[in-house]
């Protein structure tokens, strides 16, 4: 059970983060990155974002690429967040496919129904 004080930084990482990404992959056309779940350890050392790339079949490649360049993030973050914070988490970066998971779902029941 995650204490207040966890959800508050959470939803302040969640915010900032996505910032960051959505000024980084304005470049990149055709991209979309926003992070849709921040889960922060209860020391808050570790933070686990969970990204939502769009579309999915670059996931894979960005993914690998945004957790190469976890330290200049995670100073970018630092730099938005140093008066909020004392302490900066380490990032650790997942791909949340929740949507895809949801729409392979809707696929299974509609061959169902057709049947």
Known sequence: ?????????????????????????????????????????????????YLSIFPSDKADDLLKNISANARSVRYELGTRVRHQLRIIPELKFFIDDSLDYVEHIDELLKKSSEE
């Open 1 to 49: 059970m995650e204490t207040t004080r966890q959800n508050r930084i959470a939803r302040l990482l969640q915010k900032e983060l996505s910032d960051i990404f959505q000024k980084q992959t304005q470049a990149m056309h055709g991209v979309l990155v926003s992070v849709s779940a921040v889960r922060i350890s209860p020391d808050l050392s570790i933070a686990r974002v």
